[in-house]
Every structure is written in structure tokens, then in C-alpha cells.
């Protein structure tokens, strides 16, 4: 799916680039990590891995405010992910893009049904895989200015 296929499917939509806001939401990805931290100390795995995943949903749409687009559908995680996947694969890596998927579905499953609960290495591992995440969007963002 190209960005061109996004936005005629009305998964996204074009905004005026803003790199202010940008970095204003990266800046919550980068403390939602800490946060991360802080809930895995006091053995809140589930809420560990929910911060982390949410550390790379801000990261990616800090990449979509400087691109210039923002999610117009109603599954806006999805359209975050995608927008991702189509415009900054190679950077992010697949590999990237599909941890952030499932972690996006456990994610759901913390959030929305009651029979999921969180390990400790489900935990630490959101947290490498947020902080590696964040960190390859930071070196986007740099690279951009």
C-alpha cells in the first residue's frame, strides 16, 4: 500500500507539515519510555507494555505532523502504523514496523479483554523495542531538520 493508496482510502490525510508539533508529541514518546521504566520497577507489567507501545505510537505520529499528514480513519493506530510502514520502511526497518503491530494487538488485548495479562519479559522487551523504536525516529527527525 502506497501513501498515495492511504490517503485515497481516507487512512490518512494531508496537514500542513508542522515540525513544532512534531517534536512536541516526539517529546512524549520519549516520556512515555521513562514512564515505561518507572511501571516495570513497580511490577505493572501489563501498564509497562501499554506505555511502550504508546512511546511508538507518538513517535510515529511525530513522523506523520513532520511529513505533513495526520490518521483520518477510524482505526487510527492502524493508519499510524501503515503511514510508517509506506513512508519510512527502509529507516524503521520491517522488522520494526511488525513489532509495533503486535504490540499494538497486546496491547488491545491489555486494554479491551480481561483475559490477557502481561509477563515481566514481555515488559522489558516492550521497553527495548520502544526505546530502539524512538531512537530510529529521533535519528529521522535529525536528519529532517
Known sequence: MS???LLREG????VTPDRKQALQVFEVAKRDVIAAKKMLEAEGYDWCLAISYNSMLQAGRALMFLEGYKPASEHKHVAVI?????AFGKELTDR?????DRMRKKRHKLVYDVVYKATQD???QAIKWAEEFVEKVKKILDKKS
Open 3 to 5: 501513501l498515495e493508496r
Open 11 to 14: 487512512v490518512i490525510q494531508r
Open 82 to 86: 501503515e503511514f510508517c510502514h509506506e
Open 96 to 100: 520494526m514496523i511488525g513489532v509495533f
Open 122 to 124: 514481555e515488559a522489558e
